[in-house]
């Protein structure tokens, strides 16, 4: 087979993507990148801990990419460079932990907006994420070229699926 069976290196591309674009778009707002979401679970708080063992606990919380606090709303961002339709749930999911976060209470009467950020376009992702009012974003810096090459011909774009 032709297929490049180079194994590639490990980098956060997917943060660096993140940061990248928040810089661009939202550089005037505060960010919080890798934002742990949802609460602890009670019988671990029932326990006998310290404070710094309670902050410790907080590691086995979901996390989304980045929230962005605007005046009016928070915006929580997932990327991935080739976006899954897996996706949109794991934003509603995470839109969802979001309300129930304790460190962010007094954000939760702002408006949620979801944003979907990618670099390579899946027009029936983008689609199904646009029906759930999530925002969808594509971002593909230069440096992205050279390491998209690299991938399998099916991980280079989307499936050639028409969005009905």
């Not at 915006?75 to 460079?81: G, K, M, R, S, T």
Request: charged share 25%; hydrophobic share 40%.
């Amino acid at each position: 087979m032709a297929e490049n069976t180079k194994k590639q290196e490990r980098e956060p591309r997917e943060m660096r993507l993140v940061t990248e674009y928040i810089a661009k778009v939202y550089p005037k707002f505060q960010t919080i990148t890798r934002a742990r979401l949802g609460g602890t679970h009670p019988s671990l708080l029932s326990m006998d801990l310290s404070a710094a063992e309670k902050r410790m606990l907080t590691v086995w919380r979901r996390w989304c990419d980045a929230l962005i606090f605007t005046p009016r709303k928070v915006i929580l961002l997932e990327a991935a460079i080739l976006p899954s339709a897996g996706d949109i749930s794991i934003l509603k999911h995470y839109g969802y932990l979001f309300g129930h976060t304790p460190e962010y209470k007094d954000f939760w009467s702002y408006e949620l907006q979801l944003e979907l950020l990618y670099a390579i376009e899946d027009p029936v992702v983008t689609k199904l994420a646009k029906m759930d009012d999530i925002k969808c974003s594509q971002y593909y810096p230069d440096w992205l070229t050279e390491y998209v090459k690299g991938l399998y011909g099916r991980k280079q774009r989307a499936p050639l699926t028409y969005p009905i």
